[in-house]
């Protein structure tokens, strides 16, 4: 689970739906290692941020700027290689066995040949305590099996970056510690990670740097210590009010 040099650059992110403007101009910087935890209220635009980021969604305005490369329609690929998503609900297939759905990337990206993409899946599977799953359909997987399934599809392309969208909101709390452990020893790694969580007592533990967002915009952003015991907004101090 190696690192590599990584450097993300945004500048004047913009994303509407209609007449709906969700991102408003953000502006941020990711280096190698960062460990960044986006926080706001629902509807703020932190899951469209990430989408973003990896063009699940296309920016209606501003540049995405991966390892001194403007991101473009013509080097989407690359990207989406080198930055790895790990979704609420999982988005595992569900006609295709946790082997299938482990192995159809990297060999359709013609990363590596299928033995080598087993391989590499089965060592994964045995990391989480779910060797004996390979041959099994998601449905027979419980949501805790799911999401760890689903993060260890997302390192079988050795991203530089994981996005992760609330990974933890659909499960039960026994599989939440599960999934929580995962992370941390991605982290504890040297991934660079960006998550969005309500899991506050994770995001202290785990950031080098919160962001709070709200309405669109980056509304303020500090390490942890400076973030939860020192906001500088008047709306961050509300929000830590009812969540922690």
Request: aromatic share 6%; glycine share 6%.
């Amino acid at each position: 689970m190696e690192n590599k040099n990584t450097d993300l650059k945004i500048k004047g992110l913009r994303k509407t739906f209609g007449k709906n403007k969700v991102l408003n101009g953000i502006d941020f910087e990711l280096t190698e290692g960062e460990r960044v935890v986006i926080l706001g209220p629902s509807g703020s635009g932190k899951s469209t941020f990430l989408r973003c980021i990896n063009w699940m969604e296309e920016p209606t305005a501003g540049k995405i700027i991966f390892d001194g490369e403007e991101v473009t329609e013509k080097n989407i690929e690359r990207l989406r290689r080198n930055i790895g998503m790990v979704f609420q609900h999982f988005n595992l297939f569900s006609n295709m066995t946790v082997m299938e759905n482990l192995v159809l990337a990297p060999v359709k990206l013609k990363l590596m040949k299928r033995k080598e993409a087993e391989k590499r899946a089965m060592e994964l599977l045995r990391h989480i305590g779910l060797p004996s799953k390979a041959l099994s359909y998601p449905s027979s997987l419980s949501g805790g099996q799911k999401q760890r399934v689903a993060i260890i599809r997302a390192m079988m392309l050795s991203p530089e970056v994981l996005l992760f969208d609330e990974p933890t909101s659909a499960l039960d709390p026994e599989s939440i510690g599960d999934v929580l452990s995962l992370i941390r020893e991605l982290a504890d790694h040297g991934m660079t990670i960006m998550i969005v969580t309500h899991e506050m007592s994770f995001a202290k533990e785990i950031a080098t740097r919160v962001v709070f967002i709200d309405k669109g915009r980056i509304i303020e952003e500090g390490t942890p210590e400076e973030f939860f015991s020192n906001p500088k907004t008047e709306r961050v101090r509300e929000f830590l009010k009812k969540v922690l």
